[in-house]
């Protein structure tokens, strides 16, 4: 693999750091910039190079990478990096901010700069790993566009340009969703007086077992607040009432907002009286 290109990697929170952390380990050379300088000290300790600005990260860049948190830090990374680009550069856009704000992009990019974009689904110990599924929109990526993708983990192309922001919505909302109902599942049978590891084996035998998994997953750190994110970007574009209800739920509970979507399925203590022992007024 062809690791001489030079990359500008923008974004180094939870996602951003081991997807750099990885491709420094591919062996490629990487200059790194994040709001918070501070998170990047492991990777400059690793080799990367840290850029005191967006401009200055991507002015010698062949490929841009960006992992950021939503259209507003998109927009605000762009106004500094769009004057810097040069000719040829390649800017890859990871982050979850929905097909509109990628077409927005696009239209303000240089003459000679490319964009794709190739949001991802996976967990932090797969961003580590390089085992991301990698969902890639803007037409077949050029050649050292693809070895990036590549080393980030299994690419699916899915068409013109916004394509891959788009089903990332689409499949981020079905897994939060899916989490959602594998919480109020739970929760009702803990008010049924059923004990939570029977309802949990049996909903894991259904089509709800990959939710289930990330319901209990102890590897991962999405945060509820970005998966409220997600949510309003979906329902943003169609009518979408079960996932209307799961952004309030979402973001009814602030303390929880930076702790991992698992904490959905936190629940309160059982009703008293609601479980299966035999008692008076119920029939043996």
């Known amino acids: 693999m062809d690791t001489a290109q030079k990359i500008a990697f923008l974004g180094l929170g939870r996602m951003g750091a081991p997807m750099a952390r990885h491709l420094l380990s591919r062996g490629y050379e990487l200059t790194v910039w994040n709001r918070t300088p501070g998170k990047a000290g492991p990777?400059?300790?690793?080799?990367?190079?840290?850029?005191?600005?967006?401009?200055?990260?991507v002015r010698d860049a062949d490929l841009v990478v960006t992992m950021l948190a939503d259209p507003r830090a998109l927009r605000?990374?762009?106004?500094?990096?769009?004057?810097?680009?040069?000719?040829?550069?390649?800017?890859?856009?990871?982050?979850?901010?929905?097909?509109?704000?990628?077409?927005?992009?696009?239209?303000?990019?240089?003459?000679?700069?490319?964009?794709?974009?190739?949001p991802v689904m996976g967990s932090v110990d797969r961003a580590g790993a390089g085992e991301l599924w990698v969902l890639a929109g803007g037409g077949p990526p050029p050649g050292p566009v693809r070895a990036v993708l590549d080393a980030l983990g299994e690419v699916?192309?899915?068409?013109?340009?916004?394509?891959?922001?788009?089903?990332?919505?689409?499949l981020i909302n079905a897994a939060v969703g899916g989490v959602a109902l594998v919480a109020e599942a739970l929760?009702?049978?803990?008010?049924?007086?059923?004990?939570?590891?029977?309802?949990?084996?049996?909903?894991?035998?259904?089509?709800?077992?990959?939710?289930?998994?990330?319901?209990?997953?102890?590897?991962s750190h999405?945060?509820?607040?970005?998966?409220?994110?997600?949510?309003?970007?979906?329902?943003?574009?169609?009518?979408?009432?079960?996932?209307?209800?799961?952004?309030?739920?979402?973001?009814?509970?602030?303390?929880?907002?930076?702790?991992?979507?698992?904490?959905?399925?936190?629940?309160?203590?059982?009703?008293?009286?609601?479980?299966?022992?035999?008692?008076?007024?119920?029939p043996a």
């Open 76 to 118: 605000a990374v762009a106004e500094s990096v769009l004057p810097a680009l040069r000719p040829g550069t390649h800017w890859i856009d990871t982050s979850t901010v929905g097909p509109d704000p990628v077409r927005e992009l696009a239209g303000r990019l240089p003459a000679g700069v490319t964009l794709i974009d190739a």
């Open 156 to 170: 699916t192309e899915c068409g013109p340009l916004g394509s891959g922001a788009a089903l990332k919505l689409v």
């Open 187 to 219: 929760r009702l049978g803990g008010a049924l007086g059923l004990p939570e590891e029977l309802v949990r084996g049996q909903l894991a035998r259904g089509p709800l077992a990959g939710a289930v998994a990330r319901a209990y997953a102890d590897a």
């Open 43 to 57: 990777l400059v300790e690793a080799g990367a190079v840290l850029a005191s600005s967006p401009a200055e990260a």
């Open 222 to 282: 999405f945060p509820i607040s970005l998966a409220a994110k997600d949510v309003a970007l979906a329902t943003a574009h169609a009518a979408l009432p079960v996932l209307e209800s799961v952004h309030t739920a979402l973001t009814s509970r602030p303390d929880l907002a930076d702790r991992d979507l698992s904490a959905l399925r936190a629940r309160p203590a059982r009703a008293a009286g609601r479980d299966f022992a035999h008692r008076p007024d119920q």
